[in-house]
């Protein structure tokens, strides 16, 4: 009966301490994705800045992002409907090609926001730190590579096997 009873009240207490480490870890994870949301990605290397350029760079992107948010999320949705019509037994070409279509017009309005953005940002920077600016942006875009992946993508100013462009 003793044994039975600290097996018991063992398992009692190793579940009390996984719910509360489970609390802990749920409330930790999401604040940090709260934070990691809210963050406006500032080019940390234009330094020359003065503090109101940078105050105005990241209130002009706090201001774009919601709507970039909501443009992704249709994107999503449309590539949803997408893959929809392509698991038809016989899909219908036209519809797919203006799912693409669409698909194309949501990418092309978030490409022109980022110029808007990127014009916005440098109109009142200094020769200098728009040279900076772009160079940044340059070489993330390199480093990530296309899609995303590492590696770096293609014209990224890197010599390729044996030391060829």
């Not at 003793?2 to 609390?23: A, H």
């Not at 500032?42 to 992107?61: D, G, H, K, M, N």
């Not at 309005?109 to 920077?125: C, F, H």
Request: charged share 30%.
């Amino acid at each position: 009966m003793r044994e039975r009873f600290k097996t018991i009240l063992l398992v009692f207490s190793l579940s009390i301490n996984f719910g509360i480490l489970g609390f802990l870890a749920y409330s930790w994870a999401t604040s940090y994705l709260q934070e990691k949301r809210e963050k406006v990605v500032f080019p940390e290397e234009v330094t020359s800045l003065s503090r109101p350029q940078a105050e105005e760079i990241v209130r002009a992107r706090r201001n774009l992002m919601p709507s970039l948010m909501e443009k992704r999320e249709k994107i999503q949705t449309k590539r949803e409907e997408l893959i929809g019509l392509l698991k038809a037994p016989l899909p219908d070409r036209q519809a797919v090609k203006a799912k693409l279509r669409e698909v194309s017009q949501i990418q092309e309005s978030i490409q022109e926001a980022a110029l808007d953005q990127m014009l916005l940002e440098t109109e009142k920077m200094t020769p200098d730190q728009k040279e900076t600016y772009f160079n940044t942006i340059r070489d993330r875009m390199c480093r990530r590579g296309m899609m995303g992946m590492p590696g770096g993508g293609p014209r990224c100013g890197r010599r390729g096997m044996m030391g060829r462009w």
